[in-house]
C-alpha cells in the first residue's frame, strides 16, 4: 500500500509559480514511479509529468514542457511539481499517483492522492 498526499495548490495570477508537493509513505516507494495528472472542471483527466525516486528519465506532457519541473526529495519521500508561468489554462485539480512502471497512461497508475486544487486567474 502506498499513501499519498498532496498539498501547495492555489490561487495565483497568469505568470506566476506554484510548487506542489506529494508526501508519499508506505513499503517499497522506491520500486514504484510517481505521476502528476490534472484534472480541469469538465474534462478528463490528463497527464503532466512522471519520474522515479533514482533520477534518470523524467516524462512530461508538451503542454508544460519548459515550465514545469518534476523533482523529488527521496530523505524525505516527496516529489515536487515546480510550476512557473502558469497560464489560465493551468487551472486544474492536480494529482499525484503511483505505479509500478514510468508511462503516462492514467489507468497504469494504482495508487492516488486526494488532489490539490490549482487556479490560475488571467
Known amino acids: 500500500q502506498v499513501q499519498l498526499v498532496e498539498s501547495g495548490g492555489g490561487l495565483v495570477q497568469a505568470g506566476g509559480s506554484l510548487r506542489l508537493s506529494c508526501a508519499a509513505s508506505?513499503?517499497?516507494?522506491?520500486?514504484?514511479?510517481m505521476g502528476w495528472f490534472r484534472q480541469a472542471p469538465g474534462k478528463e483527466r490528463e497527464f503532466v509529468a512522471a519520474?522515479?525516486?533514482?533520477?534518470?528519465?523524467?516524462y512530461y506532457a508538451d503542454s508544460v514542457k519548459g515550465r514545469f519541473t518534476y523533482s523529488r526529495d527521496n530523505a524525505k519521500t516527496t516529489v515536487y511539481l515546480q510550476m512557473n508561468s502558469l497560464k489560465p489554462e493551468d487551472t486544474a485539480v492536480y494529482y499525484c499517483?503511483?505505479?509500478?512502471?514510468?508511462?503516462?497512461?492514467?489507468?497504469?497508475?494504482?495508487?492516488w492522492g486526494q488532489g490539490t486544487q490549482v487556479t490560475v486567474s488571467s
Open positions: 508506505g513499503r517499497a516507494l522506491s520500486m514504484y514511479f
Open positions: 519520474g522515479s525516486w533514482s533520477g534518470g528519465t523524467i
Open positions: 499517483a503511483a505505479a509500478t512502471y514510468i508511462t503516462r497512461a492514467t489507468s497504469a497508475y494504482n495508487y
